[in-house]
């Protein structure tokens, strides 16, 4: 429970060292509670030994599978999804050798099951297996853990190592000393043992689906320095900022970013646009929990406390002001309403997304339809709404040709592997903006 | 985890109160290992809705049955015998109708697959269950909360109300105002609802056996105000002392008890011998965890750090201390050197109940074989291993009918009923002193 | 802050191993607002170096001390007693030389400004100062640390040690290997270094003053078996109980205890009175914070939660219940209506000291006079108020009887020092009982 | 003790809200050892009643002071120089009225005691005194609170409010919705109280001293959006960018940025260059404490935990990157790898500040002279030794002109006083570069 640096101390990480596998994975609660029981990874018992799993994702058909296992006669002991896909492993398969486990099989089976979406790191003895769902819709990647000898002539020491490493972000990679080495293809079994990594399957879609590859990690979600689909999430970021400034260009002085996830985008725009790069906004690092609860006055003065105005930068100035994205509408009012205060004679908020409409079912904590701003009668006059001197969004069209652009660019350089993109046919998962889910939803 | 005064605190108890149901257990770590995933009560969910299950006792046949429910391909995710309960219960008896549980049906048949050791409390949704299993070899008392208004004339308050609690121990009754109103009995499966208390079904021990109630409880476990077997465990202990009185006579001076368990056993030996009760040692109350970690010195040493002499007490005399068990032989030792330098010239040690030689596979915490000072060569020569004068035990037979004497008499004047005993015959366990199981053990 | 064994955890003593001197002082917080300012020692730095203050107690003139030290110009930074000491002592008298300072001197000014109450220890350098005020108001007593070489010929390790340890209670020197040496006269001033225990003053009492030690250390506050002026506090509780028996006869059955403070008393009172002493009650050792709040419901029911009902050994008979003293009668109450509804015939309780009056100026927690029993209307008929069939407390006569006839029986055997009782005139503190405050309260 | 929102609990913070004055400070631990008896405001009780004391800085002369101090009498619970000017403000002079405390000439007594450096907050009753010592070394900002009925013509709620508020960075007043006002000036003390702002006084420094405001609060500490001397830190930092490309040209094709403090100074560089300005690194925002110290396998990698490479942006490209300050030079070597690992065919390193070579008296902490790189026989050839292709300073005299350029044209206009720069000479404290301290150096 609690952050990881919190979860994981010194200690705790100590009594691992003699180990040489292992799995984990941070589960951001995207229901509100926070719950011991759901962490992660669950491990079971079972005539074979212990199998541990991992999970990222949200399974489409959870509520129907649920049943399922508990009409067998097991015991769900959560509302975790993971839990249930641990079951669904347990389960011994009627054609199964008794005393041989056949987990390929077993995972094959869970993915005939269930469609999407799930990343998946299963642990049994000495292998891990590493799954992605058939549509691809949650990341995985894998890196190479480069031994110290192999860089330096100077030996390296008694915890030099060399070994496999799998991570939903492959910017995780760099920090302990490995390489961005493949993604995990939509559907692919691969297996990581002591014989290093190898591709046992690669599970197809029903004929005729794309892949469905959530378009938000690129928007949003993902470090700038990942790579997903053979691009840097950076570059897409850019490249987005440069649509945008072709779809609604601003007669302005300046182009800023609301730090610090917007940056990418702002510098896209401003290249594009050919108007000054300039910061408007300052961090404040040291806003914390106790002051997000802001009293009557504070909420009344409709304070940005998360951000500092850096006046002199502005005054007197017509800003254009990249988001990467506007979810409720509750933020950016009072990031344009310090700008006026501090002198900004213009500000037109450019968002490098389209507006977000409908719920995810895959994973991703969107609020409900109701929360979001793009459903609410006020979305007719946005700009009024937030206090802005224009709004424009980018459209479905420009991001996913932002996206896809790159892919394309790779695949006629053969740079990047044709089953990623189904027989050169890319697709990805633009639910929350098109009301299009990748698979029927099961209730 | 922790003490239940700190893992309940105040606010988490207010959360609470607007049920009307309720289980909980303390399980004290027998395994040394304390593991949050087999904190009580185990909750699952079924087709039917959330069981929940509240387990004191451990399964002689354990590990057959976490085989047999594993290839039916439920994956275990603990160690823990209650999580095998609620999961045999969870399990769809193939003759069930499936929009119809049938608890009771599910309950019986788990008591056909283990005979011993459990009480178990099971809920589901407005239905608690109350089961002992056929041996009785754990306990289970049912209180009656009586309402304020029927003891007052003063109306009650909002909080007054009326009901039923289910303990192993009925000394937790009174500080919650409630009564003590009977036992479960072994193998009966009670239902309490808002209809109040029925007693569903006594599943029979196989033709033979007797009842095997575990009688440390009597000796050691148990809170001398609980009543077990229409008897209070504190008159037992008191007979116990005057049987060690009548067993083991001493010639001495005073007699005297190590507070505070013994305590009943030593007023009964003073009572049967004549000798004057006198105490001579006085109970640290503040000995925590820190200093249980003796450093080299205090522990050459021998320093008694629970217990301070209250020397003027008994300087010149010849002392008879009775202790209620003696299990590993480290604690009376330094007891007896602390009385002999304070002064003491003489010390016998009497102990009330026989000596620990066999492990128990039914719930107690009991050392290893080797551990148990009984075991050992020193054994031949315990009153100088320990630095005492003399040392006697009672009997397993001295123990026995001191425990029975009392259920006989209570028979006789048809004070309790004859289930408990088996159609008049009393039995209870005594496998740790006597090696003879209730049950065959399989491995 | 906190409790000693959780604010001194095996770490943070691990860390005192390599000093051979050190000063501590547990501090019960009398004002209900425990402060980690207020943690003792009080430590400061002066021209000399630190000096460090252990000071138990409570100064009878603080206001104006405080008041003639701000005076001079220091401010305070916490309301404590202990802090002024500190600031007393740091202060350089106008006659000492700059380097060289007389820390005695400096003591016996601070004696010199405050009569009492305080025992302190003085920490400079490679020096301890143990000091008690000339009243000797709170105990102070010497233990002598006994190396194991000199017990076992076994040769001792590397922590093996001897030396000196200063205490308010005896009681704690067993559990740390040391032996009673002797207390620490009224008004003496007694050096501890590496050279050993050195007597450096007696600082006398006005002409005519007796000595003043507090004497519900006796009747409450001590463990009983620690030592005060020569006698076992045990002992002169039980001394309390015969001489209560004598004062206080009762027609009944049994004699009993509210465990275990009043236990001795009740033993002597049995044994004066010839009345068979049982036990009535068991303790609940797992009562905490959490359920000291008890709800409407409880309250009403006015349930003894600290105790269980030793129902069997007093059902039907009529019972003497000793208590060592009765405060504020709010915890008697629910005890006597708990041993009725058990089956008591009869309650009659009597008390082994006075009734409480009078507020303690001199470190003693007492409630405000408004809160005492003694002083309420209700007190006219207090068998009536708190549901007993008679009650009666020991005379204050008796109490001072009982305290000093065993120092009586040691002066004439010339076991204890004259010094400690003025030339043969015993005295104690009896304020909180009489009023009699030992000097005059400065306001 | 620990970070601001972990110590000020909601709980903590509701207790405050209804006094209407307050004073407090975030002391940063200089030595390593965060004692809790360090923490801030010092609050002492005085004849006249509670002083608190909150300060910021450093005093050059403490340990003379301190001699001066307990020669008087007064011991020092401390080490801490805080402590010091509360006991110095507590001592009653000599020819002060007894019942009429003086504190302004108590502070300007203890102006007189100690140059420098501090800014001070001091609270007695309902008055605040801000204080800033006569060189101005530690800065200190004055806001209003504006009132939100004066904002909106909504009426406001309860928690309305008018008043001040005094910091040592304006950033932080936009946070709570006040403004900035003025700074206090070197010397001054100034009055808050129901009365409003009051300036009573304005101490001199020695005749022909310069003011000395801490250069380093431009370079490093102060946070982008506060406000010195009438400019913004921002604009100081982009000058000090611009400065550096006229004085240490660099032939590369980018310019970019160690994120995040050295920005403005890379986007003034960029400016200056015109050479364009690129992201290269991006920050890893949960890099925490456990991963700080890292095994010897990551320590001989070298990894840049904190920065992950934006690879795609700068592969195959000369970078210019700014860093704001190098003090060990232990970070920027492992960032210079990173980038050349990922493609950086040359990387030029400048630094918007001069080598800092001397330690700092007066409130910051620097490492020592021994830690310091520019003070390493290494620094002949620092790029070498960090792995740069050219390494380049700011000169004093860039930095310097950087800084006072945005003042002298704010003088010129008339903008800001001429108390706060000496009759129209500007002066800084450049002490930790050139060695050179604002007054001569007590030991």
């Given at each position: 429970m609690g952050l990881v640096n919190a979860a994981f101390s010194p200690e705790a990480l100590l009594k691992l060292r003699y180990g040489n596998l292992g799995i984990c994975h941070t589960r951001y609660s995207?229901?509100?509670?926070?719950?011991?029981?759901?962490?992660?990874?669950?491990?079971?018992?079972?005539?074979?030994?212990?199998?541990?799993?991992?999970?990222?994702?949200?399974?489409?058909?959870?509520?129907?599978?649920?049943?399922?296992?508990?009409?067998?006669?097991?015991?769900?002991?959560t509302s975790s999804d993971s839990e249930l896909i641990t079951q669904l492993l347990a389960l011994t398969p009627p054609m199964e050798e008794l005393d041989a486990p056949d987990w390929v099989a077993r995972i094959k089976n869970l993915m005939t099951e269930t469609p999407t979406s799930y990343s998946l790191l299963v642990m049994f003895k000495d292998v891990i297996y590493a799954v992605r769902d058939p549509y691809g819709n949650r990341p995985l990647s894998i890196g190479r853990v480069v031994p110290v000898s192999k860089l330096h002539s100077s030996g390296a020491g008694d915890e030099d190592t060399e070994g496999w490493v799998v991570s939903s972000?492959?910017?995780?990679?760099?920090?302990?000393?490995?390489?961005?080495?493949?993604?995990?293809?939509?559907?692919?079994?691969?297996?990581?043992?002591?014989?290093?990594?190898?591709?046992?399957?690669?599970?197809?879609?029903?004929?005729?689906?794309?892949?469905?590859?959530?378009?938000?990690?690129?928007?949003?979600?993902?470090?700038?320095?990942?790579?997903?689909?053979?691009?840097?999430?950076?570059?897409?970021?850019?490249?987005?900022?440069?649509?945008?400034?072709?779809?609604?260009?601003?007669?302005?002085?300046?182009?800023?970013?609301?730090?610090?996830?917007?940056?990418?985008?702002?510098?896209?725009?401003?290249?594009?646009?050919?108007?000054?790069?300039?910061?408007?906004?300052?961090?404040?690092?040291?806003?914390?929990?106790?002051?997000?609860?802001?009293?009557?006055?504070?909420?009344?003065?409709?304070?940005?406390?998360?951000f500092g105005a850096l006046t002199d930068n502005f005054a007197g100035k017509r800003v254009v002001l990249i988001d990467d994205s506007i979810v409720r509408g509750n933020t950016i009012s009072p990031i344009i309403k310090l700008l006026k205060e501090a002198g900004a004679t213009e500000v037109h908020i450019r968002v490098a997304s389209p507006p977000i409409r409908y719920p995810c079912y895959m994973g991703i904590n969107i609020p409900t339809k109701e929360e979001l701003i793009a459903n609410k009668p006020e979305f007719q006059d946005i700009a009024g709404y937030i206090g802005a001197d224009s709004v424009q969004y980018l459209t479905v069209e420009g991001l996913v040709s932002a996206v896809q652009e790159g892919i394309s660019s790779l695949q006629k350089d053969k740079m990047i592997s044709s089953s990623n993109t189904s027989g050169g046919r890319v697709g990805h998962c633009t639910a929350c903006l098109t009301g299009k889910y990748p698979v029927e939803l099961e209730w």
């Open positions: 995207t229901t509100g509670i926070s719950e011991l029981q759901n962490c992660q990874p669950f491990v079971v018992d079972t005539l074979h030994g212990k199998i541990a799993v991992a999970h990222n994702g949200e399974l489409v058909n959870a509520q129907a599978l649920r049943k399922k296992v508990m009409r067998h006669g097991v015991g769900l002991s972000e492959s910017c995780s990679f760099q920090s302990i000393g490995a390489k961005y080495y493949r993604e995990v293809l939509p559907g692919e079994i691969v297996q990581i043992s002591k014989h290093g990594v190898k591709s046992l399957s690669v599970v197809p879609r029903p004929e005729g689906d794309l892949p469905a590859f959530c378009i938000f990690e690129y928007v949003y979600f993902a470090r700038p320095d990942s790579i997903f689909e053979g691009q840097m999430v950076y570059t897409v970021r850019q490249r987005c900022g440069r649509q945008l400034a072709i779809e609604a260009p601003t007669d302005a002085d300046v182009v800023s970013t609301v730090p610090e996830s917007a940056t990418p985008a702002a510098l896209g725009y401003a290249q594009q646009s050919g108007l000054p790069y300039i910061e408007v906004l300052c961090k404040n690092r040291y806003v914390g929990r106790t002051f997000i609860q802001p009293n009557t006055r504070l909420r009344q003065l409709g304070v940005a406390k998360k």
